[in-house]
């Protein structure tokens, strides 16, 4: 006898991969059979994801004020929903589970229209857009955090607060200890941008080290994540100053990275924070500004409360502001164990099963044919 197909669907970024895939390995453990809905830009690296089956999805996300284009968005929604209604039909789930971001939107849609519970994750500390538009669709809605911002009042389905799941290799890599920084140690930095680089990191940080005094700068050990556009003068700079370095546009072992880091410079998406919180380490966050939502301030907020973050808003986001921060930790390094302590208290290690838990008590309520 086989366990009931859950199909989850997710894109765009790891932002929105790496829960569903941490939800597939629960899922599955428990049983269950995992199918993936995508689109084709997730589709280009879902190789990995342990999904039984992965089905491409058109999609796209409304950007902008210009109404061809908004409608262009629309016309192609409604498409890939009519992709998605005989693909569901062929697939029989139990459950379809949406990680947010418009490449959800389709999927869960057709399977609302065609009567199988819904499941929504929000990661972050404010719905986003696309989940906005799917809330009252939802069975249930499971969050992040405990309190987020953005749901719709009214919406049928029951909100559960579940956490953001997380890879087994994060898991893996909060094993080890945080790593106190001695008295006259090196401080080893680690700085990334999300999972698309950001290049203010590569117009602020190396100025920013260059400001410290030679005998603290000589202390420093920065591995950074840089887009390929501003490698090399990521990696010139750095030479230059004769500091320890590594660069590269991507890391494939981040998690293992972030555990043998002292303090981690960053963009506060909601994959980052929980992991940051799980691995338990310090961290300067800076809110990817602009944003509609504003959902990485709401995230990064939740560390910042706790002493676990020092949170910069862009504008303050100065090499002189920065150099005082980083010195402040090198001369007072019993401020990173506390902050690092402080991290880890808002972990959730078990999100994944929790939020496995959800959809396999919808699939139970649907058999039995009560409402969830």
């Given at each position: 006898?086989?366990?009931?197909?859950?199909l989850?669907?997710?894109?765009?970024?790891?932002?929105?991969?790496?829960?569903?895939?941490?939800?597939?390995?629960?899922?599955?453990?428990?049983?269950?059979?995992?199918?993936?809905?995508?689109?084709?830009?997730?589709?280009?690296?879902?190789?990995?994801?342990?999904?039984?089956?992965?089905?491409?999805?058109?999609?796209?996300?409304p950007?902008?004020?210009?109404?061809?284009?908004?409608?262009?968005?629309?016309?192609?929604?409604?498409?890939?929903?009519?992709?998605?209604?005989?693909?569901?039909?062929?697939?029989?789930?139990?459950?379809?589970?949406?990680?947010?971001?418009?490449?959800?939107?389709?999927?869960?849609?057709?399977?609302?229209l065609?009567?199988?519970?819904?499941?929504?994750?929000?990661?972050?500390?404010?719905?986003?857009r696309?989940?906005?538009?799917?809330?009252?669709?939802?069975?249930?809605?499971?969050?992040?955090?405990?309190?987020?911002?953005g749901?719709?009042?009214?919406?049928?389905?029951?909100?559960?607060?579940?956490?953001?799941?997380i890879?087994?290799?994060?898991?893996?890599?909060?094993?080890?200890?945080?790593?106190?920084?001695?008295?006259?140690g090196?401080?080893?930095?680690?700085?990334?941008?999300?999972?698309?680089?950001?290049?203010?990191?590569?117009?602020?940080?190396?100025?920013?080290?260059?400001?410290?005094?030679?005998?603290?700068?000589?202390?420093?050990?920065?591995?950074?994540?840089?887009?390929?556009?501003?490698?090399?003068?990521?990696?010139?700079?750095?030479?230059?100053?004769?500091?320890?370095?590594?660069?590269?546009?991507?890391?494939?072992?981040?998690?293992?990275?972030?555990?043998?880091?002292?303090?981690?410079?960053?963009?506060?998406?909601?994959?980052?924070?929980?992991?940051?919180?799980?691995?338990?380490?310090?961290?300067?966050?800076?809110?990817?500004?602009?944003?509609?939502?504003?959902?990485?301030?709401?995230?990064?907020?939740?560390?910042?409360?706790?002493?676990?973050?020092?949170?910069?808003?862009?504008?303050?986001?100065?090499?002189?502001?920065?150099?005082?921060?980083?010195?402040?930790?090198?001369?007072?390094?019993?401020?990173?164990?506390?902050?690092?302590?402080?991290?880890?208290?808002?972990?959730?290690?078990?999100?994944?099963?929790?939020?496995?838990?959800?959809?396999?008590?919808?699939?139970?309520?649907?058999?039995?044919?009560?409402?969830?």
């Amino acid at each position: 006898m086989t366990g009931p197909l859950i199909l989850l669907t997710a894109g765009g970024t790891g932002g929105h991969l790496f829960p569903a895939e941490a939800l597939a390995n629960a899922l599955k453990a428990s049983g269950a059979r995992v199918a993936l809905a995508t689109d084709k830009r997730a589709n280009a690296y879902a190789g990995s994801f342990p999904a039984d089956e992965i089905v491409e999805i058109p999609s796209a996300t409304p950007s902008g004020r210009s109404i061809p284009q908004m409608a262009k968005a629309a016309l192609l929604l409604a498409r890939g929903a009519l992709k998605a209604i005989p693909a569901i039909r062929r697939m029989k789930p139990a459950v379809v589970v949406g990680f947010g971001g418009y490449p959800t939107v389709p999927p869960v849609i057709a399977a609302s229209l065609l009567g199988v519970p819904t499941v929504i994750h929000e990661a972050n500390g404010i719905m986003g857009r696309a989940n906005r538009l799917l809330a009252r669709r939802a069975s249930v809605i499971a969050t992040g955090f405990p309190a987020i911002k953005g749901i719709p009042a009214g919406v049928p389905g029951r909100s559960v607060h579940t956490g953001n799941p997380i890879r087994p290799s994060v898991l893996e890599a909060s094993k080890a200890g945080y790593p106190a920084l001695l008295a006259d140690g090196k401080l080893r930095l680690l700085v990334v941008g999300g999972s698309q680089g950001a290049r203010v990191m590569s117009d602020i940080v190396p100025p920013a080290i260059e400001l410290l005094p030679p005998e603290l700068r000589s202390r420093i050990v920065v591995c950074q994540q840089a887009r390929g556009e501003d490698l090399e003068r990521v990696r010139a700079h750095y030479s230059r100053l004769g500091v320890s370095f590594e660069a590269e546009p991507f890391f494939k072992d981040l998690p293992q990275r972030m555990a043998q880091s002292h303090l981690v410079i960053s963009r506060s998406g909601a994959s980052t924070v929980a992991e940051l919180a799980v691995i338990g380490r310090p961290s300067i966050l800076i809110p990817l500004p602009g944003a509609i939502d504003q959902d990485q301030a709401a995230n990064a907020k939740t560390l910042g409360d706790i002493g676990a973050a020092i949170v910069l808003p862009q504008v303050q986001f100065t090499p002189e502001r920065l150099a005082q921060e980083v010195r402040s930790f090198l001369e007072e390094p019993d401020r990173l164990t506390l902050a690092a302590a402080a991290a880890h208290s808002a972990s959730i290690t078990d999100a994944a099963e929790r939020l496995a838990q959800v959809v396999l008590q919808l699939v139970s309520s649907d058999k039995n044919g009560k409402n969830p």
